[in-house]
């Protein structure tokens, strides 16, 4: 039996332990976004009253560089990998999980959406390595806090298949933080969760493969 598809979310560390606690992901407003074209597409989306609400995964498991410095900018960030399916059992009716699609602007004039909301799936096409899937809400209040429209919550243990943190948190601070997280999620009553730190910037494992790679030539 093949093992169920995954899907990745960079995240801050405070947004993790919230995760964690409350089994829930936040779906935000996307009104302060950076990408201005993705806050037009969202708004095209809406009916007079409503507010989207939108929780971004992707379906690439990249270890690189520049997703860790786009995505995780901050020391503390993880990437948590998603078992799929459990994510998509705790959708609700007004919740809507689909890929995104890239665009140019030339391909939309051409290009029909069948629904307004379809245009939350909606992107320009630079965005297209990202290969993003999203959760899509709709709501006609947002409650005390406007930034976060609605929760995806009930998650059940295994819905978290493992931790990864950022390549650039010192070492002596990860592992002393890999120990108070592993009895964190004990404590919250998880499954079994793997933690690992991104290897990318590990200089010694590189440069042994070097010196083997250089080795292997002179013995030629």
Known sequence: MSENKSIYRFMHFEYLLDLIKNRRLPLINPSE????????????SCRDNEVVGICCFTLSKSNSIYRWSKMAPNNLCVRVEFDMDKIKARLSQKMVMKEVQYKSAEELESYVVETKKDCAF??????????EIRIVTYQSETGENEKIVDYLSGLMSGTIKSIRFSPFLDQEMYCLIKE????????NNWAKTKISQSEILNKEKWQNALCKCVGSIAQK
């Open 180 to 187: 108070l997280l592993r009895k964190y999620l004990k404590a």
């Open 33 to 44: 976004w950076e990408d201005k074209n993705d806050i037009f597409a969202s708004k095209l």
């Open 122 to 131: 909606i992107k320009s096409k630079p965005f297209k390595p990202e290969k």
